[in-house]
């Protein structure tokens, strides 16, 4: 239900915003923690994108953890880590795979 109240939430901003939207990109990926500076969490994409989210929920704060995401570009900003800065429209985590990926 929270998922879905979610989208409806993200369709109507569309809709206000002219249907200007940022871009959204769906990935599966790998959550990683990167020590540059402070540190930081980022997605690393199956094809080897790296997406910095903000916020990452701290349920998802696990490197190594398998996930599926769905991600609000953020085109405006600028990256002081590296990867594209984004939002997160929608997160879960994926089933490890066989051999304990």
Known sequence: M???LL?????????????SAEPVVDTQGTVQYGNLETGWWYIEAD???LYTPFPLPDEFK???????ASLLLLTDTVSYFPGTYV????IEKLAATAGGG
Do not use: N, P, T, Y
């Not at 989208?7 to 249907?19: Q, T, W």
């Not at 696990?62 to 996930?67: D, H, K, N, T, Y």
């Open 2 to 4: 929270a998922r879905l």
């Open 7 to 19: 989208i409806l939430a993200f369709a109507v901003s569309v809709v206000a915003c002219g249907g």
């Open 47 to 49: 094809s080897g994108v």
């Open 62 to 68: 696990v490197a190594g953890l398998r996930v599926q």
């Open 87 to 90: 939002r997160i429209v929608s």
